[in-house]
């Protein structure tokens, strides 16, 4: 896949590195680059919010509150009542950001040192706090400032990335600001994209401060925002000679007792994103259930790993898990599966009966865990798995060699290079059986010919995009089925 068609991502650490080469090497001096983050972050609030009754502004001692500075300056000048709530000791403050308070001071920008009480519920406030350089816990006055803008009932706007949000994973560290709009700078951070932060950013804006692209090409990173349209390009058009046959065979191995709609659902998601054939191997109790839900699954009903023997022969892919259980009958087909040479989409009860054996798999291999099947797989928390979900994908994929996808807010893919983010989705999803439509959807790609990591991104945003079109109707009661003709939208 071509990275160059997606947005990179970086830790705070690879932002300072963007900051320190736009400065060092090309030349731009720091103040510069806050006077031009300043303005941009001032446009948006005065786009989104025309004729504010006044302007706060949360200052830190660091870059960030210098941020924030020319911020209530430029507020100042337009002729908005505006004011700066101090945080922190002024004393400490230094380098490009005592200059940005200086030049506010100068023009005669109030300011005030910060009290909960002074906080006004009304105009816009701006968090200029913290900034990418939280190292750990939000402490002291800032867990103050930040209940106070969160309860003041306030528009509010986040300069480069809410306070409390750790720019690295995503978490909440003790306490984060809910903005009702977010403008980040030079390099988006990963951390906007997955875990808490959508409950943080509100609408995200990016301003690349004319920073020159050599400076990025200095400063490598291995984490990428997908784009859907990009990933659809790789979706060669069907010639007007088209047969079933070019467009591969996918088995779906699962549906124990119980459990039958799990298996179907990953088998009409397959269908509806372009597989030639559909197949499904289950308890031969649910062979008719499966067939007059959708007449063109191939439904066989087996009872050991010999009788699945002959549908492995016929299939380009397999997809293990949705529904499978863990009976004994379970393990044989699962073991069936695992010694045979097909490619594989590992979900559900697949991932777990992974976890209790030899966790390698064979090259051609997508796993997709949500955090708690991602524990079991990495012998640890749930927790650990969340609090920082990038090493977790990553941990993965070292693990097992393949390419792994982390489900949830912000979905990770890892393959041995790279990791990608896709931000489709939405939290209607949280029903039974989105899963399992997914692991069908990257089954259907990879047996029409995708390769592993391509058909994993392209599936996850699919998805995702399929549920936020869903979701337009309402996101309470979103079915997993409700998905399929959206997926088919998407497609064309």
Sequence with gaps: MDKASFEPLYTAQQSRALDRCAIDEHGIPGITLMSR???AAFD????TWADPECVQVFCGTGNNGGDGFLIADLAHKRGIPTRVLQLGDPAKIGGDALLARNQALANGVEMLAFEAAAVMPRGVLVDA???TGLGGEVRGAYVEA???INGAGAAVLAVDIPSGLCSDSGRVLGRAVRADLTVSFIGLKRGLFTLDAMDHTGELQFADLGVPPPVYQQVPCDSYRLELASLLEMQPPRPATAHKGLYGTVLVIGGDYGMAGAAALAAEAALRCGAGLVKVATR?????ALVARAPEVMARGVESGADLEPLLATA????VGP??????WAQYLFQAAMDSARPLVLDAD?????????LGVRPGTVITPHPGEAARLLSCSTAAIQADRFAACRALQDATGAVAVLKGNGTLIADAGQLLLSDYGNPGMASGGMGDVLSGVIGSLLAQGLEPLAAAALGVCLHGAAADMAAEEGMCGLLASDLMPWLRELLG
């Design 284 to 288: 031969p109790e649910h062979v008719a």
């Design 316 to 319: 380009d892919v397999l997809v």
């Design 44 to 47: 948006c609030l005065v786009s």
């Design 129 to 131: 706090m913290l900034g």
């Design 350 to 358: 697949g991932l777990n009966l992974l976890a209790a054996g030899n």
């Design 323 to 328: 529904g499978l259980g863990q009976s004994a």
């Design 146 to 148: 930040i209940a106070a």
């Design 37 to 39: 983050a300043a303005n």
